[in-house]
């Protein structure tokens, strides 16, 4: 079981509200992501970290912000909740072990902007 | 333009069949290619991976194949069981995963008694 865990699991709020989703780790990895997965599934990266004090943006548009302060903790920020950003937001940490790299998800965070 | 195309996008199959999905890439400094599982209401979860110094790679009853010259690479789960049921995502990454992942759109797969 990864050791990842988000927080909340679901969240309905109205437009124009600022809202944080929470996204912590334990296991020590220094890379962090946030994906934001559609209802059709696919999976879009908006934010990664390599580590604190390191943010970029990934390849879908966002109006959202991420900070990376402490190494286990990757919040993501929405300054003014719109209906279009009604979605699954997914955060993942990565390890490089060996010849392999593995990505460990946590359960999702299901936003609704009303 | 997406960079991993996988299909198909739904899958059905009888339980002990053998499903087969499919993803293609073009960027060809991609070097790592993942598979995860994920189950509703969970986020995805490492399943398999390749790099392409190999042809092909089984843990368990699942296989990927990889060809390298057809920038293709393909998921095979032999006796499938109804616990596969699941969506499955290939994905890709250049740096032996190092950078983020690029995923497919993904496979509902249903294995049906």
């Known amino acids: 079981e990864a050791d990842i865990y988000q927080t909340p699991r679901y969240l309905v709020i109205g437009t124009g509200k600022k809202i944080t989703l929470e996204c912590s780790q334990t296991m020590g990895h220094d890379k962090m992501y946030w994906y934001q997965q559609d209802p059709g599934m696919e999976l879009h990266l908006i934010h990664y970290?390599?580590?604190?004090?390191?943010?970029e943006k990934g390849d879908l548009s966002s109006e959202s912000t991420v900070s990376r302060i402490r190494t286990e903790h990757f919040p993501l920020t929405l300054e003014s909740a719109r209906p279009s950003h009604t979605s699954q937001y997914l955060c993942?940490?990565?390890?490089?072990?060996?010849?392999?790299?593995?990505?460990?998800f946590g359960q999702g965070t299901r936003l609704t902007v009303v | 333009q997406q960079q991993v195309k996988q299909s198909p996008q739904s899958l059905i199959v009888q339980k002990g069949g053998i499903p087969i999905i499919n993803c293609a890439y073009e960027n060809t400094a991609f070097d790592y290619f993942p598979w995860y599982q994920q189950f509703p209401g969970k986020g995805p979860a490492l399943l398999i991976a390749?790099?392409?110094?190999?042809s092909e790679k089984k843990e368990g009853r699942f296989t990927i194949s990889f060809n390298k010259s057809a920038k293709q690479f393909s998921l095979h789960i032999m006796d499938s069981q109804p616990g596969d049921s699941a969506t499955y995502f290939c994905a890709a990454s250049v740096g032996s995963g190092n950078t983020p992942l690029v995923f497919g759109k993904g496979t509902r797969l249903s294995v049906i008694a």
């Open positions: 390749i790099r392409p110094d190999v």
């Open positions: 993942a940490s990565s390890e490089y072990v060996g010849t392999a790299t593995e990505a460990f």
């Open positions: 970290s390599y580590g604190v004090n390191s943010t």
